[in-house]
DNA sequence: TTGAAAACTGGCCGATCGGTCAGTCATGAT
DNA sequence: ATCATGACTGACCGATCGGCCAGTTTTCAA
């Protein structure tokens, strides 16, 4: 009898986690739709089978990858709810390069499913909070400024993308200076 | 006999313009990958193997729905590198724009291959030219202008992107804006 | 030690992919 | 009218995909 549920098996933790963590190499480095079921078992060093007994499918892995990024993003727009506009925008703009920086894998990932991202609903809340978000980086209602706020954000995700040999700062510095200069502030 | 070589078999080049266009809608709609020859062929009105009967394979397709924007692109750099450094920037933003917003579609396209754009040669020279434009836009040798010039590159392509409901004057518009505010140019 | 549950796997399935090929049909010069 | 050539197609191929299932191995509480 387990008494303590806080306790997780070990053995279905661990493969868990490592098909995760390979999933997002993967996923990073060639694609969602490119990377199959058995690129990731095999990168995970087990069978296709184990990857589709610890999750329902290949939308589940894809959720699971994704899943650190959207509870960042989500607890970002939580956040940004309870503060002023002018405070709301600066968090913004400070916050989500942070995140982009930070999970600039998911960054990729998300690239590849553009096409198709309205089909998935592993991602769509990701997807509400991220355009939740671009709002409060504008800063106003103002059309323009919320067309710049989104003209900021693809030049920032895509920014993030393929920049492995950047350093986490480097990054930082040059998305800070491209927003504050996109919507004109200091 | 055939005397004179500029008239183009009507058949042929009729077929293959109508699954050329096609192919541009469903590549933007739903990506490369995700468009199989047999949607392509349905599309065209036609069979999948009509489709490969006119192109070598699918790669071949995809760089005939990419070649006229290569070409305006290659025109566009050729131009560029008979200017004065401030000349071509200018030239550059200006005409940029007008490309992206132009050629919209092929932006959606890329998109979708750039994960393994290195491996395709039928879009190698098209990226080619896309960097060395990318230099003009800079219009200095200073670092961090050439990374916001890159920055500016991908916001104006993601505004570009799913952009089908603005008017392609409004989309000049912004994306002037933004470019000379990220650039600091006026 | 034991036995039931958890973890895992090989093998298979239907579907779809890009691509090939032999052969049919249309066209137009002779 | 003939017939070589260009345009086109149905049928098929091997490969690979995501997913499923019966059965084996491992784990661990009793």
Same mark, same amino acid.
């Given at each position: 009898?387990?008494? $303590?549920?806080?306790?997780?098996?070990? %053995?279905?933790?661990? @493969?868990?986690?490592?098909?995760?963590?390979?999933a997002?190499?993967?996923?990073? *480095?060639? +694609?969602?739709?490119? @990377?199959?079921?058995?690129?990731?078992?095999?990168?995970? +060093?087990?069978?296709?089978?184990?990857?589709?007994?610890?999750f329902? +499918?290949?939308?589940?892995v894809?959720?699971?990858?994704?899943?650190? *990024?959207?509870? $960042?993003?989500?607890?970002?727009?939580?956040? %940004?709810?309870?503060?002023?506009? *002018? $405070?709301?925008?600066?968090? *913004?703009?400070?916050?989500?390069?942070?995140?982009?920086?930070?999970?600039? +894998?998911?960054?990729?990932?998300?690239? $590849?499913?553009?096409?198709?991202?309205?089909?998935?609903?592993?991602?769509?809340?990701?997807?509400?909070?991220?355009?939740?978000?671009?709002?409060?980086?504008?800063?106003?209602?103002?059309?323009?400024?919320?067309?710049?706020?989104?003209?900021?954000?693809?030049?920032?995700?895509?920014?993030?993308?393929? %920049?492995?040999?950047? @350093?986490?700062?480097?990054?930082?510095?040059?998305?800070?200076?491209?927003?504050?200069?996109?919507?004109?502030?200091?």
């Open positions: 009898m387990m008494h $303590d549920m806080a306790v997780t098996t070990p %053995a279905r933790e661990r @493969t868990r986690r490592e098909i995760v963590r390979q997002m190499d993967l996923f990073q *480095a060639g +694609g969602y739709n490119a @990377t199959s079921l058995q690129d990731i078992a095999t990168a995970a +060093g087990c069978s296709k089978a184990t990857v589709l007994y610890h329902s +499918g290949k939308p589940a894809l959720a699971a990858v994704l899943e650190p *990024a959207a509870a $960042d993003v989500a607890a970002l727009v939580k956040a %940004a709810a309870e503060l002023s506009r *002018a $405070d709301a925008q600066e968090l *913004a703009i400070q916050s989500f390069i942070d995140l982009a920086v930070v999970h600039r +894998g998911v960054v990729d990932v998300l690239q $590849d499913i553009l096409p198709v991202i309205e089909q998935m609903p592993e991602v769509a809340q990701l997807v509400s909070d991220g355009m939740q978000l671009s709002d409060y980086l504008a800063g106003s209602d103002d059309p323009l400024e919320r067309d710049l706020a989104k003209f900021a954000i693809n030049g920032l995700l895509g920014e993030c993308r393929h %920049a492995h040999e950047r @350093t986490d700062d480097d990054l930082r510095k040059l998305c800070d200076i491209a927003l504050r200069r996109l919507l004109r502030r200091a």
